[in-house]
């Protein structure tokens, strides 16, 4: 059975997504062991206790520089013997050292299909303002391997939503998450404690 650790930063509705598939049996040979938050009164940490989930909080602002908070961040999670690391709303971008002790072994959920709309900047509903800006007729979420380049890790898992008339970044946001994000990245768990994604460099197999 492998250990996840799931990293989060707000209100936590892809680590319930997480909580209710691993219920249900759809994570296979994986158990969310611990939650660990960037903000202290993220909602995701009450999603956490309520089912009983270890967590524990580190706080990004207490840290001037993103290289010790990234230090302390590898120790906890090597403390926690996480065998994968997801960042499900996670919004501080960690640094080499992180993703050298956990080299392949980290997943993130982006809410547009890589590699439009990503990298620096483009996180939570100013992904969907630049989306809405571009006029795009579809976008959606995108689960990938997290390395050194931000959101530039081997794509795992990709699903489309469409963009409406009307839409708002909000509204838009609601349906990226329901119809993709709260969807694939259960799947893309699941699929890595199985041991069935394959990475040729960029690309990935699932077998
Ligand atoms: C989600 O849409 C997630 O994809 C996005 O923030 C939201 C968090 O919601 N993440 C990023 O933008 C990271 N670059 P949640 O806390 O309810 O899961």
Known sequence: MMNIAVLVSGGGTNLQALIDAEKRGDIKNGKITCVIS????AYALERAKQNGIKTRVLVRKDYDDVHKYSADMRDALLEEKADLVVYAGFMTILDEQVVKAFPNKMMNVHPALIPSFCGKG???LHVHEAVLESGVKLTGATVHFVTEE?????IILQRAAEVKAGDTPETLQKRVMEECEWKILPQAVSLFCQGRIKINGKTTEII
Do not use: A
């Open 38 to 41: 960037s903000n202290p009164n």
């Open 122 to 124: 483009f996180y939570g």
């Open 150 to 154: 931000c959101d530039g890790g081997p």
